[in-house]
């Protein structure tokens, strides 16, 4: 009996070997929870084909969007994990949204498995020129003076542009009054309408600050802006308070290693292509994001438990 149970691991083990050794032996679909025209969908048809070629078969890219994401994430996590099937996705899918839902299709960290990340950009803390502020400093002091309070606006309840402000909001001592709307098109209206008075935002706002119409206060992320270099950060007064968003490919779990490693090494030369750096330059605030599988690892375990506890303390949910 211990004889044809060691027969039958043999066997797979051999199996999975022969599988790897040929992949990828058919077209690869590319999963994208969102619909097509924004940041990761572009992102996804820039890769593709260039991904594709190298591999030597297409990448079909498949927009599932819906459920914030978790449709998406759910397919490909109950997809056979041959490395035929890939998932595109923000890293909010992934360390934000299991902590706003009472119950998720899926564990987003075991159910699975990261490939390589692809691309960060930064997010502007951005302001109408009708403030009376100039500096990070000076939109705290007149916010903690504000009665009622200042009200600012968020792409969706649980977004990090709403998360990132409440983390604002606790280091600094302020009560600001969140207006979420759906989307960046439609907040950042709101802001240059001036019914509300800021926001945390990325694409959206970038050209609205460079045609001054908004003023930048500050960026989010662990770096400087490349776009707007004379930013401070926030950790520059907050120290720790850094959120730089990100997009990234993964896998259903238990996709063997060897496959694993192929992709990861083709994407990181891609990302190191001149041809494909320039590309994603024009997508507006997204640059290449090369991390070691270990580094990746600890990102995703990191932020992960980050996010629990702002959410908590937020109270932001999604029913």
Aim: hydrophobic share 45%.
């Amino acid at each position: 009996m211990a004889g044809a149970r060691l027969a039958a691991l043999l066997a797979l083990s051999l199996a999975a070997l022969s599988a790897a050794a040929q992949y990828p032996s058919r077209p690869i679909r590319l999963l994208v929870p969102n619909p097509p025209g924004g940041a990761t969908d572009t992102l996804a048809r820039l890769v593709a084909p260039k991904l594709g070629e190298v591999l030597g078969q297409p990448l079909v890219v498949d927009n599932r969007p819906g459920s914030n994401g978790n449709l998406a994430s759910e397919l490909a996590a109950k997809a056979t994990p041959d490395g035929h099937t890939l998932l595109l996705c923000a890293d909010a899918q992934i360390v934000i949204g299991p902590h706003l839902y009472a119950r998720m299709p899926l564990d987003t960290l075991k159910d699975l498995a990261p490939v390589a990340t692809l691309v960060n950009t930064q997010m502007l803390l951005v302001v109408s020129p009708a403030l009376p502020v100039k500096t990070l400093q000076e939109f705290i002091e007149h916010a903690r003076k504000s009665n009622p309070p200042l009200a600012y606006a968020s792409i969706g309840n649980g977004s990090q542009h709403h998360l990132v402000m409440e983390m604002l909001k606790a280091r600094a001592g302020v009560d600001l009054l969140h207006v979420p709307f759906k989307g960046g098109g439609p907040a950042t209206t709101a802001l240059l309408g001036g019914e509300i008075v800021a926001m945390f935002g990325g694409n959206s706002v970038a050209g609205h600050v460079r045609a001054g119409k908004l003023r930048a206060l500050a960026v989010a992320g662990k770096e400087r802006s490349q776009v707007f270099p004379d930013l401070p950060k926030l950790s520059d007064v907050y120290p720790g308070l850094e959120v730089t968003p990100w997009l990234a490919l993964f896998a259903p779990a238990g996709v063997p290693e060897s496959v694993l490693a192929r992709l990861r090494a083709e994407i990181n030369k891609l990302l190191a292509d001149p041809d494909t750096v320039e590309r994603i330059g024009r997508l507006g605030g997204l640059q290449p994001y090369v991390t070691t599988p270990a580094e990746f690892d600890q990102l995703l375990r990191t932020e992960y438990a980050k996010y629990a506890e702002v959410v908590k303390a937020a109270g932001a949910k999604i029913d």
